[in-house]
């Protein structure tokens, strides 16, 4: 992780954050957010996080999987818990749907950015 400095409601702040792809993942105060500078158009590049997906917002270990595939989920529910820097965090769906894919299992070892559900709309791949 690198340290940034960044505007937060027109305050200048030192945040701990990582760069996946085009996206920066940071801290502060507590919570982990994430951030998409503006792209430049440039042609190529690699698919993006999907909104749907619930990705480690850094390295940890995963210590509860509160869903199974097919489960039907809202925004906001609760659906993986994580031990990192000796706190334990509880990642939410982002939107309603089905979960797809789980991609880890209790007792991973995960690092940054890693998709850890998948969650489709419901009626998708149906």
Not at 12 to 18: F, I, P, R
Not at 50 to 74: A, F, R, T, W
């Amino acid at each position: 992780m690198k340290r940034y400095t960044v505007s937060i409601e027109g305050r200048q702040v030192q945040v701990w954050g990582e760069r996946l792809g085009q996206q920066i993942w940071y801290h502060y105060e507590g919570e982990t957010y994430q951030y998409s500078p503006p792209v430049k158009a440039r042609g190529g590049g690699r698919g993006a996080i999907s909104h749907s997906d619930v990705v480690s917002p850094m390295p940890g270990k995963i210590i509860k999987i509160l869903v199974k595939v097919g489960d039907k989920v809202n925004s906001g529910q609760p659906v993986v818990m994580m031990e990192a820097m000796k706190m334990e965090y509880t990642l939410e769906a982002r939107q309603e749907g089905l979960i797809d894919q789980i991609n880890c299992k209790i007792g991973d070892q995960v690092a940054l950015g890693i998709t850890l559900i998948s969650v489709g709309k419901v009626g998708e791949g149906q």
